[in-house]
């Protein structure tokens, strides 16, 4: 597939942060040319760019995709609650055709709204893997570890039944495998290093819950004599192939181990909000230490959605708000994190997270002939703070079209919600609200 886009003002994310005005020709999978200068050729699809704005392909580094089922299922409720009543039970009744069909309607969400690439960590990861590849999107998806098993396996299998997901998956174009040890309060020390041993030996990003609730750190402490960095730190899971979800209760001292091991943190101000887990990820001093920091929605079920715009304009206020300071966090880091930077959390930077000729077509169309983006002085100020995710005009990922002006080309919308609704009602037991 060739497809052409004219006239458009392209964010290139690039080492500068060019803003272009102009032509993006994609050939195949790869961006071929980006001009300020009219490029005339003859392509399958091609778009006018006027009144548009070209960011690249949003990355959600934290998301657990098939909670899209629960999304709504259990709101305002303290979070021990909240797990323990609704989220818990429901997840052992856990099978493939609701993780299907719950991964289906994420990937509809993410489609429609912009994301291109997601890091996934939850069960049955194999049925995720074959609807993403299915979708036409990238995704990262992380084997999880728990003590106590997971829906999908007992414990003892988990390692020998990892391997085979990490071999299935590995040369996959779309599909990356990577290990999910669920946190420190969740994996011993001895499942934690056995993790750290796989990784290593396959060369897998490691996804894992980091600090993120006061009550874990007490805990993790009072078990180990440690806090959760110092833990992963013991357990060699702390290094750069680490994407550590929350870090809303890390200290100085763990900023700066944790930059130091080149381990990248994944931001998610929503669901930390939504849940009030009290603790405010540091992001100026992440930054200044030089660490990468990233964007996720987390699950939909603590969010309750899957919208990067919303995810970047929480981070951006939430900070802002925190320190007292409409300085910190401001618009173009903000987009960084949900572009380049979750591209380097993922390791594929030289690949995507920039629109540069060369690098792989993961792309997102932003209409901006819309009330909410007029007048427009900035437009990396519109897409951080002005954008909603109804405003994405097309997605475009590994150079194929996946949706334009709402139209979808890899899934069914209507079969997709149908089935999900039917699975939800399934899965939970409980009448749905008639609509
Ligand atoms: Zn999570």
Not at 11 to 20: A, F, G, S
Request: proline share 4%; net charge negative.
């Amino acid at each position: 597939m060739s497809v052409l886009i004219k006239n458009a003002l392209i964010l290139t994310q690039d080492k500068n942060r060019r803003k272009i005005k102009g032509d993006i020709y994609i050939d195949g999978n790869l961006i071929r040319e980006v001009s300020e200068n009219p490029i005339d050729v003859e392509a399958d699809f091609k778009i006018d760019g006027r009144k548009k704005v070209v960011i690249p392909g949003l990355i959600n580094t934290h998301t657990h995709i098939p909670m899209t089922l629960l999304r709504g299922y259990g709101d305002d409720m303290i979070l021990e609650d909240w797990l323990q009543t609704r989220i818990w039970p429901v997840e052992a009744k856990l099978d493939r055709n609701a993780i299907s069909a719950g991964t289906d309607l994420g990937l509809l969400e993410m489609i429609l709204t912009g994301t291109t690439c997601f890091a996934d960590m939850y069960f049955f990861e194999d049925v995720i893997g074959e609807r993403a590849k299915k979708a036409g999107i990238r995704a990262f998806l992380g084997f999880s570890f728990l003590d106590f098993g997971t829906p999908e396996y007992k414990f003892d299998e988990l390692f020998s039944r990892c391997e085979s997901f990490v071999k299935r998956w590995r040369k996959d174009d779309l599909v990356t495998p990577t290990i999910a040890p669920h946190s420190t309060y969740t994996c011993s020390p001895e499942t934690l290093e056995k993790c750290a041993e796989i990784s290593e030996e396959y060369n897998l990003l490691i996804q894992t819950h980091c600090s993120e609730t006061q009550h874990e750190v007490h805990d993790v402490w009072r078990k180990y004599k440690a806090r959760p960095v110092e833990q992963f730190k013991r357990t060699g899971i702390l290094n750069n192939r680490a994407i550590l979800a929350h870090c809303g209760w890390i200290t100085k001292g763990e900023v700066r181990e944790i930059a130091r091991a080149g381990a990248s943190v994944s931001h998610n101000p929503v669901s930390n909000m939504k849940l009030a887990t009290g603790g405010f990820m540091p992001l100026p001093e992440l930054l200044k230490e030089g660490a990468t920091v990233s964007l996720g929605t987390d699950g939909a079920a603590s969010n309750n959605t899957l919208d990067m715009f919303e995810s970047m304009k929480f981070a951006a206020l939430l900070h802002k708000h925190h320190r007292w300071d409409p300085c910190v966090a401001n618009a173009q880091e903000i987009l960084d994190m949900a572009t380049i930077e979750g591209a380097k959390a993922l390791h594929i930077d030289n690949k995507v997270g920039s629109i540069e000729e060369g690098k792989i077509a993961d792309l997102v169309i932003i209409d901006f002939d819309k009330p909410n983006l007029t007048p427009c002085f900035d437009p990396v100020s519109h897409v951080v703070y002005a954008c909603r995710s109804r405003d994405v005009y097309a997605t475009i990922v590994d150079g194929k079209v996946l949706m334009i002006d709402g139209k979808l080309f890899t899934l069914d919308k209507d079969r997709v919600i149908e089935r999900a609704n039917k699975e939800a009602e399934r899965l939970t037991g409980e009448p749905l609200c008639s609509i």
